[in-house]
């Protein structure tokens, strides 16, 4: 576990349906009331002896999709980044808030079991840099060690509490006093014997396709499209995450409600469930008068492209006639440039 420890010393000096994947979410009792949610770690899927997958995601470049980030994630290239970079480097205003867009985000995956619903076996848990800390603190305190030990491991507490924006987490993981065995005989065969890989739940891309997202969206979505349709029709394999003992196909439905939520301004504290996403979405929308779909029908063909855009591609300024991203980062280097000579 001393991976875990050197991770979880690393966090302290930081400023902050898958297929056939079940993902955990915790509840929040009636009415977001609070709820004590108690689940069980599982130990490490792979020979890493990490128990957690670590990922960081860009938001908002491309409408409904998050793209795996390569250099926080790989520590290899990343054109989304060094975008990011260029903005941030120009230190006007508006520059560092399409840096900021561009900028990753990470969450943290887990095997593990649901205490209150352990019929439903090995369950993925993702969550963002609050909870996650806490629950590396655990195996970095003496008093707990390696709390996914199946023999003389610890079930986690995390309580939610609070609706939509509301929500909040007063015990973000804390381990309960008493160590205690994974399950039974029966139990620790079935559910050690089916760990999700969870390195498969990443879909690394090229950087020329990261690179293509970023200057031109809809020719990256139509060829994932095609190359999609084309797998489909052969019959092959998708390459989702698996099981030890099978693989799976994949959807990416929570990360587009994430997009979405992001395209239109909302925001919350704490982790939001995929339930949460929805509502907030649907509310946020039923506000919008008119809709988009009629608000962008008398603009020309550019215009409706330019509001249709995702919000990384739109100026910091806004508005219907904002360059796209790749335009606005090639001025601002050509101006740099110019002011060189």
Known sequence: MNKVREHHEQLSEESTRFGDVVFWEPWSGPRGTGKKNYTRLLPPWSDDNVPFKDVAYHYGVVPKKALVCPRKTYNEACPICEAADAMFATGRDEDKEIGKKLNSRRRYFYNMIDRDDEDSGVQVFGCGITIHRAITGLFNDPDWGDITDPDEGFDVIIERKGEKRDTEYPIP?????????????????????????????????????????????????????????????????????????????????????????????????????????????????????????????????????????????????????????????????????????
């Open 173 to 341: 993981g804390q381990a309960r006093r008493m160590p205690s065995p994974l399950g039974t005989a029966e139990q620790m065969d079935e559910w050690l014997g089916g760990l999700f890989d969870l390195d498969a739940l990443v879909k690394r891309e090229p950087y020329e396709d990261l690179k293509l997202a970023l200057e031109d969206p809809e020719e990256y979505l139509a060829r994932k499209e095609a190359a999609e349709k084309a797998k489909e029709e052969g019959r092959e394999d998708t390459g989702g995450p698996a099981r030890r003992t099978g693989s799976a196909g994949n959807t990416n439905t929570y990360d587009a409600l994430l997009d979405r939520a992001e395209e239109l301004g909302i925001t919350w504290e704490g982790q939001a469930t995929e339930r949460d996403l929805r509502e907030w979405i649907a509310d946020e929308e039923s506000k919008r008068q008119p809709p988009p779909a009629a608000r962008t029908a008398a603009q020309p063909p550019a215009a409706r492209r330019a509001a249709a855009a995702p919000p990384a591609r739109r100026a910091a300024a806004g508005g219907g006639d904002a360059e796209s991203l790749t335009d606005e980062i090639n001025n601002t280097l050509g101006e740099r440039a110019a002011k060189r000579r």
